[in-house]
């Protein structure tokens, strides 16, 4: 349920705005066309990151403390390039308006760490000021800034939070390194000030661009859970199925945006504290609604059907779903796409043998459910990780060069190969 706010009028606007997956109010809508008094080609969505509500998660973050008189710095690379630059922010999950004091971009300094090239830096600005407010619940772009970026190059937003911020709107496994500095550091080059260091995303849930170099839609998004989100892959490094999907289709001659909507620990069916909204409720907010997509990628259910395997699963209770039940939800996420205009392509579920999500039950319905994919033809097209990552010596089992070690997450390996398995057509 939402929290209400002091104005019911502004409360019920709010909730229909969320459930529909767009901007609530703010500084500007988050679609792919130009504002108001803008010209030129619409944006494009360059990197995405899917918003959490606060939570402890894996590793030690900052989303429940949230900030206070702070500097907060986040480095993301882009996989589109353009001529201007914005960035978009989320208060989906925040209880009480956020005061942004100040935000700048630049092109990150490379093996600077929170360091960023110097003369890159730009000033941010929202209706053409420096600070603004973000509802609770709510959404904004920037303006846009004159910051040209090429595909695969990574960008620095820095966000002042002078005011007391309270529980942090974030996306929990970042796998990228987030600086934070006590003070206003936004404009500061250098990363002296910036001594504290995280694996999280906070509040930051898009960079678009546009501009002659901005290629006109068509862009992909990835949408699933933890292996969408690249768990296991190294850190600072962009080894993510998304990133190697990028890079070859670059390679190929086809460049095209990838944006990753993964949440670790994130089901198709059901809401978690942990691991997000259900991926029924969150699609239109985190795949379709992102400027420019032309395409989806589905690759989700092993935590619907392995969470209830588990001794000591971090998701309770753990229902105990079946194949009708997985592909019902797949089928709200069809027709989703299909209303929007968007291709949607299926992916089959991975080997998850001697994983903590393994057992007879299990297996047994990710078998039923990848047929259902293979062969009932209600996706666009699909893609077949499961016979692609398997081990020859046993189909059920991640083949041990793509086993991050826990038989469930490939490896920097496996992400690469999943990257290979896609028919570049079907996309």
Do not use: C
Not at 315 to 326: H, N, R, T
């Amino acid at each position: 349920m939402l929290s209400r706010t002091r104005n019911s009028a502004v409360a019920a606007a709010a909730a229909l705005a969320l459930t529909a997956g767009l901007a609530v109010t703010g500084a500007h809508a988050s679609g792919s066309k130009p504002g108001p008094g803008s010209s030129g080609p619409a944006w494009a969505a360059a990197w995405a990151a899917s918003p959490q509500r606060a939570s402890t998660g894996f590793k030690p973050n900052w989303s429940e403390d949230g900030f206070s008189g702070q500097t907060l710095r986040q480095v993301v690379r882009v996989t589109e390039g353009g001529d201007r630059a914005r960035i978009r922010l989320s208060n989906a999950y925040g209880t009480s308006p956020l005061h942004i004091a100040g935000a700048t971009i630049a092109r990150t300094k490379k093996g600077g760490g929170a360091a960023v090239e110097e003369g890159s830096v730009r000033r941010l600005t929202f209706e053409g000021r420096r600070s603004v407010e973000i509802p609770a619940h709510g959404q904004l772009s920037s303006d846009e800034a004159g910051l040209g970026l090429k595909p695969f190059e990574s960008v620095t937003v820095t966000l002042h939070l002078a005011r007391t911020t309270g529980p942090a709107t974030f996306h929990a496994q970042s796998f990228a390194t987030s600086y934070r500095a006590d003070g206003d550091h936004v404009a500061d080059a250098g990363a002296g000030a910036f001594g504290e260091s995280t694996e999280s995303w906070y509040f930051l849930s898009g960079v678009d661009v546009r501009g002659d170099r901005a290629r006109r839609g068509g862009g992909i998004v990835l949408f699933g859970d933890s292996i969408t989100d690249g768990f296991a892959s190294s850190t600072d490094l962009n080894r993510r199925w998304s990133d190697a999907l990028a890079e070859r289709l670059a390679k190929a001659g086809s460049p095209r945006p990838v944006l990753n909507a993964g949440i670790g620990g994130n089901l198709v069916l059901n809401d978690s504290a942990w691991y997000g909204e259900r991926g029924t409720a969150r699609f239109g907010r985190d795949a379709l609604d992102l400027p420019g997509v032309g395409t989806v990628v589905v690759l989700e259910g092993l935590n619907d059907i392995g969470f209830s395997e588990s001794d000591t699963p971090t998701y309770k209770p753990a229902p105990k779903v079946s194949a009708e039940d997985l592909i019902a939800g797949h089928r709200k996420l069809i027709r989703a796409a299909k209303e929007k205009g968007v291709k949607v392509v299926g992916a089959t579920l991975l080997p998850l043998g001697g994983s903590d999500h393994y057992g007879e039950r299990a297996a047994k319905v990710s078998d039923e459910f990848n047929e259902w994919v293979r062969t009932s033809g209600e996706y666009d097209s699909y893609v077949d990780f499961d016979r692609a990552l398997a081990d020859p010596a046993d189909a059920e089992r991640l083949a041990p060069e793509y086993d991050s070690g826990d038989h469930l997450h490939p490896n920097d390996a496996g992400y690469a190969a999943m990257a290979r398995a896609v028919d570049l057509e079907t996309l």
